[in-house]
């Protein structure tokens, strides 16, 4: 007997630097896992890299498509991904907002990387305000998102104990430290 051969699952990853860059990586060695292609981040409608090209040159070597897109909402890539049929979208610091058409395009959704203890930490400078606020616990969230920043359906979160001796860059070092097996492990979560 021949046994069907399972489908791998198609993605698009979204962001920008060195965590989007390591996970991008370990989600090209799962062969589950297609990366249909890879939209770094771009610096304010200024068509350069935000994170000085490091996602988008990551992609290169691995022979990912790189598209350099300005409007991550736009029709065009929203029926590009339709087109592809992917299952699921990760987001890993890119920063605009999305709008329903663009998480109702895929499978799943679109899952986003948060470096912060969520609901309760939310935005952009989450992690300044956990240690600003004299927190002891810090974490990082993967969520499937819905239209508003940092809400919807919470998928994995690793919390860490931190000290008042730790600096900030400590505390970054901590949440970094094996990130892309995190969400790796987080989109196997909602592919399955």
Known sequence: FFMKKKKSSKIVLLGLGKNASKTLQKINNDKNIEI??????????????FDKGMLASCANKLGIKVLKIENINDKKIIDLIKKMEVDLIVNIGHAQLFKSSLINSTNFGVLNYHPGLLPGARGSGAVVGELINGQNVVGRTCHLVNEKFDLGTIINQ???NISDKDSMTDVFKILEKKVDAFILKSIKKVLL
């Open 158 to 160: 690793e919390k860490f």
């Open 36 to 49: 249909v292609f890879c939209i770094p981040r771009l610096a304010d409608k200024k068509k350069i890299w």
